[in-house]
């Protein structure tokens, strides 16, 4: 038997596009290293600008560890250091521009991916099978691996190229999650809603976790006092 400390690490890829919503991606990251997976990051271009005007956070290649920790940290309101201490240790992260990274290859060994948040223009090339970037191609590998594929498209109202886009990933194997956060788990802040949606990325992947009250078919039950 395989000692245990030699187990091949088998991480899930988050990648990040430039649609608005980095909150959601850091609530899914946290998410995946509370429930002790590992995680790839792709960041693409666009997503930085979205991160620094959401966030006030520069990401940068040279200072990732360090930018990721302090975005993690950070509560979807803005509130510097509202999630203290999350060890990042077990996070690798690859420029969106080198298409040789690891997960670039369908034998570099994921256990799948999540795009989050997802832009039209991310679904339209990971649908096309474009790889004009490295998340782009990650998502295509995924796809001819047979991997999980979870795309949380935020983008609102769709027109109909998105949408018959959206139906081919589909059709292709992956899961199609809009950003749509429920109401019925008591939400009283943005962060309830925020984890909502990260929360339902990991239910598709298959991750335990424990970021919102799950429907236990009693009307009002998100009223009760904890």
């Not at 570099?108 to 948040?117: H, S």
């Not at 935020?154 to 959206?166: D, K, S, V």
């Not at 139906?167 to 950003?179: K, R, S, T």
Request: glycine residues 12%.
């Amino acid at each position: 038997m395989e000692p245990e400390n030699s187990k091949q690490r088998r991480p899930w890829v988050v990648g990040v596009s430039g649609a608005s919503g980095t909150p959601y991606a850091a609530a899914v990251v946290r998410g995946l290293l509370a429930a002790g997976e590992s995680v790839d990051l792709v960041v693409s271009r666009a997503s930085r600008l979205t991160l620094l005007d959401e966030t006030g956070i520069a990401f940068r290649d040279a200072h990732w560890r360090e930018d990721l920790a302090v975005w993690l940290a950070r509560g979807a309101d803005g509130k510097p250091g509202t999630f203290g201490g999350v060890d990042v240790s077990d996070v690798r992260y690859w420029a969106a521009g080198d298409l040789a990274a690891g997960p670039s290859s369908g034998s570099y060994p994921v256990k799948g991916m999540l795009v989050v948040p997802a832009s039209t223009a991310a679904v339209a090339g990971i649908a096309l099978g474009l790889s004009k970037d490295l998340l782009q191609r990650v998502a295509s590998v995924t796809l001819k691996e047979r991997r999980p594929l979870v795309v949380a498209v935020r983008e609102t109202p769709l027109n109909g190229q998105t949408l018959r886009h959206m139906v081919a990933l589909d059709e292709a194997g992956a899961v199609v999650l809009p950003a749509s956060p429920g109401f019925y788990a008591g939400a009283t802040h943005i962060q309830d809603l925020v984890d909502f949606v990260a929360g339902r990325v990991l239910d598709a992947a298959g991750v335990p976790h424990r970021l919102y009250r799950r429907w236990e078919g009693e009307l009002g039950g998100a009223l009760r006092t904890p």
